[in-house]
T-cell receptor, first 111, second 112 residues
């Protein structure tokens, strides 16, 4: 079925390090979304991307919509303890309102 | 402005029972989607409503149903509950489906 492959599944990094995660699909999307979820809460939208090649930043977060429209990455620079959580990518199919999600990248930050 | 409100936050039900979950979207948001989140499967799309019409449906059995009211509030119902239905059920709303969703905090359903 339709799915997004998100990697890595989990990451253990030192505070201050940069983080990179990505999503790939065999399908083309016309929107890529990146969310963060903290324990006991719903996912919160971090960045939305609408055009192939688009590079968008939100503070220390940067995301790009891949040229092929089949992939996207999220980078976090100079990680801090509050970056801990699960990061989800999501994609919307062309001509559809349906959004599907990757399985998430769980980010752990070591002191 | 108020966010997406889901009630109840926690629910414990017995196998075979049915349950109704409620979602009040952000004022002015007409699109409401529902997702099931489990540790093994991540976020699985259930259905999406826009102006009281179901526009998309995921691959869930007919025991899972939903509806949307004229004020955009939505409910989902699960009948004949099974242990595997234990999950966090998330509702999300948007002004237009071209936008990203705003999620509620979810309803944690436990089936015993």
């Amino acid at each position: 079925g339709q799915q997004l492959n998100q990697s890595p599944q989990s990451m253990f990094i030192q505070e201050g390090e940069d983080v990179s995660m990505n999503c790939t699909s065999s399908s083309i999307f016309n929107t890529w979304l990146w969310y963060k979820q903290e324990p006991g809460e719903g996912p919160v939208l971090l960045i939305a991307l609408y055009k192939a090649g688009e590079l968008t930043s939100n503070g220390r977060l940067t995301a790009q919509f891949g040229i092929t429209r089949k992939d996207s990455f999220l980078n976090i620079s100079a990680s801090i303890p509050s970056d801990v959580g699960i990061y989800f990518c999501a994609g919307r199919f062309p001509g559809s309102d349906k959004i599907i999600f990757g399985k998430g990248t769980r980010l752990h930050i070591l002191p | 402005k108020a966010g997406v409100t889901q009630t109840p936050r926690y629910l414990i039900k017995t196998r075979g029972q049915q349950v109704t979950l409620s979602c009040s979207p952000i004022s002015g948001h007409r699109s409401v989607s529902w997702y099931q989140q489990t540790p093994g499967q991540g976020l699985q799309f259930l259905f999406e409503y826009f102006s009281e019409t179901q526009r998309n449906k995921g691959n869930f059995p007919g025991r899972f149903s939903g509806r949307q009211f004229s004020n955009s509030r939505s409910e989902m119902n699960v009948s004949t509950l099974e242990l595997g239905d234990s999950a966090l059920y998330l509702c999300a709303s948007s002004i237009l489906t071209e936008d990203g969703y705003t999620f509620g905090s979810g309803t944690r359903l436990t089936v015993v």
